[in-house]
C-alpha cells in the first residue's frame, strides 16, 4: 500500500529484549470509497459485549482547513501533542485534486519540518465494511512526537471537498510519557515467558483432508495451476496455555530472530506441494495495546480460505522512511488503528500481518493470525486473499534475510493450511474495479504476490518486490513436522511436567538433519543451549517453580518451528497433613481378614503423585485420599512413602492393630444361648430372643465395628456407644449372611463401651452376635 509514514524523531524507551523477535505489524488499510466486492462470507466476528480498554489510549484531535477554490491553507500554529497526522473530508467517495502538504514542528527540538506530500490511499475494505466507511482520507503520515501543524493544499479544477482538515492522532505512550515508544510489560501479561510454551503443530488439528474451494463470487473464477494435495493434518500438541501458542502478549518478553542463509536467493522451488510450515511466533494485538472498544469486529468477515497472500510496504515516503526505530512500532500500529477507524471509518486496521525492518512479525486485522480473516487493503482481491505489510518505503531501501524469512513462514503457513504452495500460480478474477482492473479481469498471479501485481500502486516497492521470487524460494525451505515425542526425568499431569531439577525433552522432526542448522533450547524464552540439528533430545536443568521449555528448530534458510512445555521444578519432599488413619469397614469379617479403610494423608507443595503402602499389605496408590483394602487381625505396623510427580518421596510408619473381641468377652445381661458352627467367627456366637438381652464390650482404641448372622427372621439391636444410644439396626437379610458388620463407628483414641440391646422384634426377634471388631 502506497500509505506516507515517514518516520520523525520518536520517544525511545524500552527497547525490544535481544533476540530481536520475528515480528510482523498490521496497519489498518484506508480508502477510497469504491463498490465492493462481493463477499462470501463463512461467518463473522462475534462482538466482544465488554472489551478490555487498552493499556495506552490514543487520542484524536482535530484542526481545520478553510477552502478557497481549489486552494487551502493552515497557518503555523500550536497544537496537542501527536505522533501522527492525516487530512480527511466529509464524503469518503470525492477526494481533492491536487497536491496535499504538511509541515509539522518537533517537540525534541521545537523545528519545523520541510513540506511532506501526503499520499491518497490504494487501498480498500470489502463488504459491508466497505458499505459503512465515514470520511475520505490521505494515507496517514507518521511525524514522531510533534506539537504544531500547518498544510496547504494546491488543487487543480473548481474546487475541494467539504468538511477538510487535519487529523492529529497521538498514540500515548507504555512508560507513561507521550507520543512513542515500545511498551512495557503491563501488570497483566505474562511475565518474561517465552511465548510458545506448546507450539501447534504445521496445520491446525479439524482441518479438512482436502482443502476447502471458497465459492466464487458471482460472475467470478478461481483457476488454480496445481491440484491441492489431499493429506491429513498432524495432531497439535497440547498447549499448557488457553491462549494463542505461537503470540507473544508483551513486547518485553524475548522472541529469538531466526538466522537467514545468505545464499538462500539462490534457491529456487522445484515443487507446488503445499509445505506443513508453522505459523511463526508474532506479537499479539495486546502487546501492541490494540483498542479493542473502538472496532467493529461484527463487520469484518472470515473467508473460506486464503488463496494469495498479497505483500505490501507501508510508504513512508523516501530514503529517511526506514530511519524509525523499531521499538516505536507499537505506538505507529496504535496510531494508524485509531486513524483508520476514528478518522476514516473503517472496522479495524487492513491488514492481517506487518513485518517491521527487524523481521518482527504483528498481529494485525482482529479475528486471529490463523482465520482467514478479510483484510482491507487490495482493491477488488480481499475476501480469500491475506496481506501482509512491511513497515517501511522498499522503493529504496534494500530488503533484508529477516524480513524475507519471516513473509515466506507466514505465506507458507497461510497458504500451506488450505493446500497452496507459494510458489504455484493462481488466475483470480477482480471482484471490484481499481486502478489497474475492472470487475471481472481477470490476472494469474503467483499465490505469494506484490500488491502492484493487482492494482495501479508502487507498492510494495521495486526491491521487495524484486525480493518475492526470494521469499518464494525459502518458503520452500520450511522446518515440518516438528513435534514433542517424550518428557523424562519425572512425571505428568493436566498439562505439565513435574522434575527434580532436570528434564529430557526428546522430539520428532520431518526434515533430513543436514536441513536443520540447530536446535535452540528456551527456558523461560531465554536461550539456555543449543544442540546439533542431528539431535533428537536434549537435557534441561529446571529451577524451582513453573517454567516454559521451548524447543525451537531454526532450518537453515533461517525460518523456525518450535513446541513447548510446562515443567515444573521440584525438590521439595511431600508432607502429611495429619497421621496416616486406618478405619474398619462394613462388610464380611474372618479371622483371617478384616476389611479396612486406610487414610494416607498426604499433601505436596506441588502436585502429589500417589502412595507406596509396604505395610501390613502391599499396594501402589494414585493421589487417593482413601483406600479400601483388608488385613490380618493382629495386624499393627502401617508403613507409606508418599510420592510427588517429581519423584520426591517421604515416608510415614504408624501402628495400628486390628483386633476381634469374639461375643464372649462380653457382658451379658438376660438369656444368650451358645451357637457353633464353621460359619461363625471363631466357630461360635451368642443368639438372643427377649427383648433387652444385651452384650457389653470394654476396649481401649479408637475405631469399633459389630459383627452379626442376618437371616430372614433376624430381628433388630439398638446400639449404645459409651451409655448413650446411636443408632438402631434392622438385621434381617433375604439372605443368611454371617460374621457381618453392619456398623462401624470412629471414636477418639482411649476406653470406651459398646453395648447392643435385643428390641424383640414381633414376628423375627432372634438376634445372633459373632463379636466386636476394634483398631487399638
Same mark, same amino acid.
Given at each position: 500500500m502506497q500509505r506516507r509514514l515517514t518516520i520523525g524523531i520518536g520517544t525511545a524507551v524500552a527497547v525490544l529484549a535481544a533476540g530481536g523477535g520475528i515480528a510482523a505489524l498490521t496497519w489498518p488499510s484506508t480508502s477510497e470509497a469504491e463498490a465492493a466486492e462481493p463477499v462470501a462470507v463463512t461467518g463473522t466476528l462475534a462482538a466482544e459485549p465488554n472489551p478490555e480498554p487498552p493499556r495506552v489510549k490514543t487520542a484524536l484531535n482535530t484542526v481545520g482547513l478553510t477552502a478557497n477554490g481549489a486552494k487551502a491553507d493552515l497557518?503555523?500554529?500550536?497544537?496537542?501533542?501527536?505522533?501522527?497526522?492525516?487530512?480527511?473530508?466529509?464524503?469518503?467517495?470525492?477526494?481533492?485534486?491536487?497536491?496535499?502538504?504538511?509541515?509539522?514542528?518537533?517537540?525534541?527540538?521545537?523545528?519545523?519540518?520541510?513540506?511532506?506530500?501526503?499520499?491518497?490511499?490504494?487501498?480498500?475494505?470489502?463488504?459491508?465494511?466497505?458499505?459503512?466507511?465515514?470520511?475520505?482520507?490521505?494515507?496517514?503520515?507518521?511525524?514522531?512526537?510533534?506539537?504544531?501543524?500547518?498544510?496547504?493544499?494546491?488543487?487543480?479544477?473548481?474546487?475541494?471537498?467539504?468538511?477538510?482538515?487535519?487529523?492529529?492522532?497521538?498514540?500515548?505512550?507504555?512508560?507513561?510519557?507521550?507520543?512513542?515508544?515500545?511498551?512495557?510489560?503491563?501488570?497483566?501479561?505474562?511475565?518474561?515467558?517465552?511465548?510458545?510454551?506448546?507450539?501447534?503443530?504445521?496445520?491446525?488439528?479439524?482441518?479438512?483432508?482436502?482443502?476447502?474451494?471458497?465459492?466464487?463470487?458471482?460472475?467470478?473464477?478461481?483457476?488454480?495451476?496445481?491440484?491441492?494435495?489431499?493429506?491429513?493434518?498432524?495432531?497439535?500438541?497440547?498447549?499448557?496455555?488457553?491462549?494463542?501458542?505461537?503470540?507473544?502478549?508483551?513486547?518485553?518478553?524475548?522472541?529469538?530472530?531466526?538466522?537467514?542463509?545468505?545464499?538462500?536467493?539462490?534457491?529456487?522451488?522445484?515443487?507446488?506441494?503445499?509445505?506443513?510450515?508453522?505459523?511463526?511466533?508474532?506479537?499479539?494485538?495486546?502487546?501492541?495495546?490494540?483498542?479493542?472498544?473502538?472496532?467493529?469486529?461484527?463487520?469484518?468477515?472470515?473467508?473460506?480460505?486464503?488463496?494469495?497472500?498479497?505483500?505490501?510496504?507501508?510508504?513512508?515516503?523516501?530514503?529517511?522512511?526506514?530511519?524509525?526505530?523499531?521499538?516505536?512500532?507499537?505506538?505507529?500500529?496504535?496510531?494508524?488503528?485509531?486513524?483508520?477507524?476514528?478518522?476514516?471509518?473503517?472496522?479495524?486496521?487492513?491488514?492481517?500481518?506487518?513485518?517491521?525492518?527487524?523481521?518482527?512479525?504483528?498481529?494485525?486485522?482482529?479475528?486471529?493470525?490463523?482465520? =482467514?480473516?478479510?483484510? &482491507?487493503?487490495?482493491?477488488?482481491?480481499? $475476501? /480469500?486473499? #491475506?496481506?501482509?505489510? @512491511?513497515? !517501511?518505503?522498499?522503493?529504496?531501501?534494500?530488503?533484508?534475510?529477516?524480513?524475507?524469512?519471516?513473509?515466506?513462514?507466514?505465506?507458507?503457513?497461510?497458504?500451506?493450511?488450505?493446500?497452496?504452495?507459494?510458489?504455484?500460480?493462481?488466475?483470480?478474477?477482480?471482484?471490484?474495479?481499481?486502478?489497474?482492473?475492472?470487475?471481472?479481469?481477470?490476472?494469474?498471479?503467483?499465490?505469494?504476490?506484490?500488491?502492484?501485481?493487482?492494482?495501479?500502486?508502487?507498492?510494495?516497492?521495486?526491491?521487495?518486490?524484486?525480493?518475492? =521470487?526470494?521469499?518464494? &524460494?525459502?518458503?520452500?525451505?520450511?522446518? $515440518? /513436522?516438528? #513435534?514433542?515425542?517424550? @518428557?523424562? !526425568?519425572?512425571?505428568?499431569?493436566?498439562?505439565?511436567?513435574?522434575?527434580?531439577?532436570?528434564?529430557?525433552?526428546?522430539?520428532?522432526?520431518?526434515?533430513?538433519?543436514?536441513?536443520?542448522?540447530?536446535?535452540?533450547?528456551?527456558?523461560?524464552?531465554?536461550?539456555?543451549?543449543?544442540?546439533?540439528g542431528t539431535a533428537r533430545s536434549a537435557t534441561v536443568s529446571v529451577p524451582a517453580g513453573k517454567h516454559g521449555i521451548t524447543i525451537v528448530a531454526r532450518h537453515t534458510s533461517g525460518s523456525t518451528a518450535r513446541f513447548g512445555v510446562w515443567i515444573y521444578g521440584d525438590t521439595t519432599a511431600p508432607t502429611f497433613r495429619g497421621t496416616p488413619a486406618v478405619a474398619l469397614r462394613t462388610g464380611t469379617y474372618s479371622t483371617g481378614s478384616v476389611p479396612v479403610t486406610f487414610y494416607p494423608n498426604g499433601a505436596d507443595n506441588l502436585k502429589l503423585a500417589g502412595y507406596t503402602v509396604s505395610r501390613p499389605v502391599s499396594g501402589n496408590l494414585g493421589p487417593v485420599t482413601s483406600w479400601a483394602t483388608a488385613v490380618r487381625p493382629g495386624t499393627a505396623t502401617w508403613t507409606v512413602t508418599a510420592r510427588d510427580l517429581a519423584g520426591n518421596t517421604r515416608g510415614a510408619t504408624i501402628t495400628r492393630a486390628v483386633l476381634l473381641s469374639p461375643e464372649t468377652a462380653a457382658k451379658k445381661t438376660g438369656t444368650w444361648t451358645k451357637k457353633t458352627g464353621s460359619a461363625y467367627l471363631g466357630g461360635k456366637a451368642l443368639s438372643a430372643t427377649r427383648k433387652n438381652a444385651k452384650l457389653t464390650w470394654t476396649f481401649t482404641g479408637r475405631n469399633a465395628s459389630l459383627l452379626f448372622s442376618r437371616a430372614a427372621k433376624s430381628g433388630k439391636v439398638a446400639v449404645y456407644v459409651d451409655g448413650k444410644k446411636v443408632t438402631t439396626i434392622d438385621l434381617k437379610s433375604s439372605k443368611s449372611l454371617y460374621r457381618q458388620a453392619v456398623w462401624t463407628r470412629n471414636l477418639a483414641y482411649g476406653k470406651h463401651t459398646v453395648a447392643i440391646v435385643v428390641q424383640g422384634t414381633s414376628g423375627r426377634p432372634t438376634v445372633v452376635s459373632d463379636g466386636l471388631a476394634y483398631v487399638r
Open positions: 497557518a503555523q500554529q500550536r497544537t496537542k501533542r501527536f505522533s501522527l497526522l492525516g487530512v480527511t473530508w466529509n464524503d469518503g467517495g470525492a477526494a481533492p485534486d491536487g497536491t496535499i502538504e504538511v509541515r509539522t514542528r518537533s517537540v525534541a527540538t521545537g523545528k519545523w519540518s520541510d513540506w511532506r506530500k501526503l499520499a491518497m490511499r490504494d487501498d480498500a475494505p470489502s463488504g459491508v465494511e466497505a458499505d459503512d466507511l465515514g470520511r475520505g482520507a490521505t494515507a496517514p503520515l507518521w511525524v514522531g512526537p510533534s506539537d504544531g501543524v500547518a498544510a496547504r493544499i494546491a488543487g487543480r479544477g473548481a474546487g475541494l471537498p467539504a468538511g477538510l482538515r487535519v487529523d492529529l492522532i497521538d498514540p500515548g505512550s507504555e512508560s507513561g510519557g507521550r507520543g512513542g515508544g515500545e511498551p512495557a510489560p503491563s501488570a497483566s501479561a505474562s511475565p518474561s515467558v517465552e511465548p510458545t510454551t506448546a507450539e501447534p503443530s504445521a496445520e491446525p488439528t479439524g482441518e479438512p483432508t482436502e482443502p476447502v474451494a471458497e465459492e466464487p463470487a458471482p460472475g467470478e473464477t478461481t483457476t488454480s495451476t496445481e491440484a491441492p494435495a489431499a493429506t491429513g493434518e498432524p495432531t497439535a500438541e497440547p498447549s499448557p496455555s488457553a491462549d494463542d501458542a505461537t503470540k507473544v502478549d508483551s513486547l518485553d518478553e524475548q522472541v529469538v530472530t531466526p538466522t537467514a542463509d545468505a545464499g538462500i536467493a539462490a534457491v529456487t522451488a522445484v515443487t507446488t506441494a503445499p509445505i506443513k510450515a508453522q505459523f511463526p511466533t508474532y506479537y499479539s494485538r495486546k502487546a501492541w495495546s490494540a483498542d479493542e472498544t473502538i472496532t467493529k469486529p461484527t463487520e469484518i468477515s472470515v473467508a473460506n480460505q486464503v488463496q494469495t497472500v498479497w505483500v505490501h510496504h507501508t510508504y513512508h515516503a523516501g530514503d529517511s522512511s526506514n530511519d524509525y526505530e523499531c521499538a516505536d512500532a507499537p505506538a505507529i500500529i496504535r496510531a494508524i488503528q485509531a486513524y483508520d477507524i476514528k478518522s476514516d471509518g473503517f472496522s479495524d486496521i487492513g491488514y492481517n500481518y506487518l513485518v517491521d525492518k527487524c523481521g518482527r512479525l504483528y498481529e494485525g486485522r482482529t479475528g486471529g493470525v490463523e482465520n =482467514a480473516v478479510v483484510p &482491507a487493503a487490495v482493491r477488488g482481491f480481499n $475476501t /480469500g486473499y #491475506a496481506s501482509i505489510a @512491511v513497515l !517501511g518505503d522498499y522503493r529504496y531501501a534494500e530488503s533484508t534475510d529477516a524480513i524475507e524469512t519471516t513473509i515466506a513462514q507466514v505465506a507458507a503457513a497461510r497458504l500451506g493450511k488450505y493446500g497452496y504452495n507459494p510458489a504455484s500460480t493462481v488466475t483470480l478474477t477482480a471482484g471490484s474495479a481499481n486502478g489497474k482492473l475492472a470487475a471481472g479481469d481477470k490476472i494469474t498471479v503467483a499465490r505469494l504476490a506484490g500488491h502492484s501485481d493487482a492494482d495501479a500502486t508502487l507498492c510494495p516497492g521495486g526491491n521487495l518486490y524484486d525480493a518475492l =521470487a526470494d521469499m518464494r &524460494a525459502k518458503a520452500q525451505l520450511m522446518v $515440518t /513436522g516438528l #513435534a514433542l515425542k517424550s @518428557v523424562t !526425568g519425572g512425571g505428568y499431569s493436566a498439562g505439565a511436567w513435574y522434575v527434580k531439577n532436570a528434564a529430557t525433552v526428546s522430539w520428532t522432526v520431518g526434515n533430513d538433519s543436514a536441513e536443520i542448522a540447530q536446535f535452540d533450547v528456551l527456558v523461560d524464552g531465554a536461550v539456555a543451549s543449543t544442540v546439533p
